[in-house]
Structure formats: C-alpha cells, structure tokens
DNA sequence: CTGTTAACCTGAGTGC
DNA sequence: TGCACTCAGGTTAACA
C-alpha cells in the first residue's frame, strides 16, 4: 500500500495525537508480521511517553522517553488509526497502543507485511536502516548522485530508483509517475542515463513525492491516513493504472510492460 | 558484485 | 453462488 507519500501522511496524522502521550498499555493479538513483534515489546513500551515520530523511507520511528525507538513499517496493507477506546475490534487489528488521552493507536494489516519491531536506545544504528539510500527532499539526493550510482548499471531505471539504497520512498506508482514527468521510459538501462536527464528524474522524482504529500497521498484501494481519511493524488496519476486509455498529454495508447514482476505504464510517445 | 525470481500473506476482482 | 485464478502500494532471501 504505502509508499513515502503515505507514510508522511500516516505519521502527520498521528503525530498530534501522540506527542507527549504516555503509552499506558500495549495489547498484541498477532505477533506474526514481517517479522515476528518482540515479546517484550508490550513490556518496554508501556509506562513510556511518546517524545516524536519520524520518518525515514517508509518506515515511521518512535522515540520514546527512555531513548529506545520503535519501528514501525506498514507493508502493503498495513494501516494505523487513532481510535476511541473500545472501538470495535475487526478482524486483522494485531496490535494496540492506548494512550493517557484515552484513545488509542491500532495497528491493522490483513496481508501481515508489515512490522512493529524494537530499537534500543545502546544500538545506534538499527540494521534494517544502516543501507537505506538518501532521503529524496535532502541535499545528498541530487543528479549527479544518481548519475554517478547509475553508471555501469544495466537494470531497468524504474527498478533502479525504486531500489531503496538508491533512493528511500519511491514505490510502484511514484516511480512510474516521475518517468512520466521526465519523459524517459521504464525499461532504459539506468547506466545509459545522460546526465541532463538524471538530474531532470531528480526533479521530478520530489515534484511528485512533493505533490502527493501535499494531496494525502494516493488511495487506490485501502490506503488511510490515521483517522481513516483518503488521499487524492490519484487525480494526478497521468500512467499508474491507465493502461490502454489515452495519455493526457499527447493521447497516445498507455502501455503497460511487467518490469521485475511490477506492473509498469509508460505513454510510448512522451517517454523515450 | 549485479540481476532475476520467488517468497512472505490475505482479500478483491474476474471469468466461467 | 461458488470455484479457480490473478493481482495488489514492499522488502528480503536465495539463486544464477
């Protein structure tokens, strides 16, 4: 479900929610998720008080008053509401948080791709972050970075920035959406990027990261924000998803090609 | 190292 | 209605 877009929007809405909140009991129904939820994760994070909520990637870091973290990922269909308490239970909410202001954070996720995974304030650095690539809106994400990344590389450039040592936050459809905006084909070969062209994919790449921030995000089929509201980028998608329907530029055909087992729209007349 | 594929899981949608 | 089948926004492990 979620790529940067969402999880900016879930961890926005639920910041104000959780600053300063003191977790007062933790609740796991389902400890199988990606990977297996700490047993004693109930345990250490309740009694602490929720001091921020990041972001890195897709992935939403909680940082608590003792200076342990939690990370949480929402996988494909992984949501996390602010709820009342003794709001209904449904079927596939594995994880519960209650807070002092007497509403809780429910963690939901049918397809169980996500995580709840705990980060000790002595680990500095926490494996599944070490590798990630730049955050796209910061300095270090630039065109001659990924130019120089790209070079001798022959895998498809939507693969490529999709490839979150590359760059963090770009999934399926944003990745499909910025090769649109930059004119340049899915399956080229990352290495035969001109630099000119990198640094246009750079752009475009936190133009439509930028957007879709500001629009909540894209719900297609399930994605939420934390208080269940959806997104609307999906009005701006100009190839995700419209196979066969005219582009919106030229009216060219959209085509669709499988790239590494992912669905990728592409119009053949605006992108070469 | 690079590149490709399957795997993890459930639900929604489609076609018969 | 029901069944078989395909596909889905992410990420890693296992392979060639």
Not at 20 to 48: N, S
Not at 62 to 82: E, K, N, Y
Not at 165 to 181: P, Q, W
Not at 197 to 215: D, F, N, P, T, Y
Request: a positive charge; proline letters at 6%; glycine letters at 10%.
């Amino acid at each position: 479900m979620p790529e940067l877009p969402e999880v900016e929007t879930v961890r926005r809405g639920l910041e104000p929610h959780v600053l300063q909140r003191r977790i007062t009991r933790v609740l796991l129904r389902e400890p199988r998720l990606r990977w297996p939820v700490p047993e004693a994760l109930p345990r250490l994070a309740a009694k602490r008080r929720i001091e921020a909520i990041g972001r890195r990637g897709k992935y939403l870091l909680v940082t608590l008053d003792s200076g342990d973290r939690m990370i949480w990922h929402l996988g494909m269909s992984g949501r996390m509401f602010v709820l009342e308490r003794g709001h209904p239970l449904v079927k596939h909410d594995h994880l519960d948080f209650e807070l002092d202001s007497g509403q809780l954070l429910r963690f939901h996720d049918p397809r169980r791709f996500g995580a709840v995974l705990w980060w000790p304030r002595e680990e500095t650095e926490h494996v599944l972050l070490r590798a990630m690539g730049p955050e796209p809106f910061t300095p270090a994400f630039n065109g001659e970075y990924l130019f120089e990344k790209s070079r001798g590389r022959s895998v498809a450039v939507k693969n490529f920035i999709m490839d979150g040592h590359i760059v963090v936050g770009a999934g399926n459809i944003y990745a499909a959406e910025s090769l649109f905006r930059a004119g340049i084909r899915p399956t080229r070969a990352a290495g035969k990027l001109t630099r000119a062209q990198c640094q246009l994919l750079v752009e475009k790449i936190r133009e439509v990261l930028g957007e879709a921030v500001e629009l909540g995000g894209t719900t297609l089929r399930d994605f939420a924000g934390a208080r269940g509201e959806s997104g609307y980028f999906q009005q701006e998608l100009f190839v995700y998803g419209r196979e066969g329907q005219s582009c919106r530029v030229c009216g060219s055909t959209i085509k669709l090609e499988v790239l590494g087992a992912r669905q990728s729209c592409y119009c053949p007349r605006c992108q070469r």
